[in-house]
């Protein structure tokens, strides 16, 4: 079992005993600790600066690196309280977490997961030093090192462009498939009928893209994309829209793909990456019986919802813990009229309400422990309909009806989500 690719909040004690005992070495992403370092703050600061990994203290390990003697740490004084105020000593603030492992005869084995940072380089307060984790080791990285110092620097702004070339590429993916489906429904009219095709200025379409934090190494490899139903697996519940859409997916460049047209000519599109990104592309606009296009704020959340819950449960089963960024569009929609969520939880229209821009975007950033999180990704999809509403000319909504409402929407638990305090919990 590797132990370092699952939720640190779902490890138990045996199954890091049973981890030890495979002798696995310390290497760029896993160290070891004996007890707890009066320097954790700078082995924060160079996994930050590094790639991200796992720190498991309450292991000892041999000059080489080997685990020799696994016997856990008092469970006194909460661990966990202690690894928050040593990652506090960290700047920028780091992105990572901590967790407990269950008790067993008064012990536990404390695990710190940092996450890759997007703001280097990480430095403690009381020391100027920029650390560098490398190998089984931390390496100062000498300031007067230009090039090692510009590196870090640069990385966050490598990475950002990145993912826009990722994004700019699955966009013009999606523009040939689109094109290229049309074309094939209306070639085989006999099979598909007459089909009802938008035209460009009848559709609304909401773009969600999802990308890791550096989208430059790959999380899936070829073969497992080509057991096609296995990877569904990890992407989607069985028994969902999203599921059956999925389901037709086909070979593209380093990844799979579908699109349809839906009865009322509405484009859906879907494509799965072996670098992690997840590119979607729906119609959203709707008509009230007559020429009026109509948008529903709640349908949007729906959409992004769906899809992150979807990379939460890819990302998680193929192993990758670290920031996810969340890029949206949505195009075409001056004018139109905007279905709110109501007090009472309804989608509601308003003759005062409706888009003056024709298209908007928005920015997010998650980890992975906030998707892996009911609560939290309640909160932070619950503030993302807010922020809808806002941009797109209402006051607001109540916080507190949006999360019942979520709460109440989806199967949490079929992707693997619950509350953190669901969980049960040694570290009190």
Known sequence: MDITKKDINSI????????????????????????????????????????????????????????????????????????????????????????????????????????????????????????????????????????????????????????????????????????????????????????????????SLLRITVTPFNPTRNIIDIPELSNINNLLHKFTPSGTDLATFASGVYPIANGLANVRHTSIGQVESIQIKNNGAIGYVVDIAEYDGGDNKCIFVYHMLKHVMDIMLSSSLLYRSYGYSGLVNLHLELHDVRGANIYRVTTGGLDSASDDLYAVSPDYNWDLQFTTAELNDKKAFIDRAAELLETFHWDLGDRGINIENAKTRVTADFNFSAYGLVDAEEETSTDD
């Open 12 to 203: 138990t004690f045996e199954e890091i005993v049973e981890f030890c005992r495979q002798r696995v070495i310390e290497n760029l992403f896993l160290d070891y600790k004996k007890n707890k370092p009066a320097d954790l703050s700078k082995h924060i600061a160079g996994f930050s600066n590094a790639s991200g990994g796992l720190i498991i203290i309450g292991i000892e390990e041999d000059t080489n690196g080997y685990p020799v003697a696994w016997e856990g740490i008092d469970n006194v004084n909460k661990p966990t309280d202690w690894a928050h105020q040593m990652a506090n000593n960290v700047v920028p603030f780091p992105s990572y977490e901590a967790a407990v492992t269950n008790e067993v005869e008064g012990k536990v084995f404390l695990l710190v997961r940092i996450l890759e940072g997007d703001s280097t380089p990480y430095v403690t307060k009381n020391d100027p030093t920029v650390w560098v984790r490398t190998g089984n080791v931390r390496t100062p990285v000498d300031q007067a090192n230009r090039e090692d110092l510009l590196r870090l620097v640069a990385r966050s702004s490598g990475a950002a462009k990145k993912r826009k070339t990722v994004d700019e590429l699955l966009e013009f993916e999606f523009r040939q498939l689109e094109y290229h489906r049309t074309e094939f429904e209306r070639r085989n009219r006999t099979r598909f009928g007459n089909p009802t095709i938008r035209h460009d200025s009848q559709k």
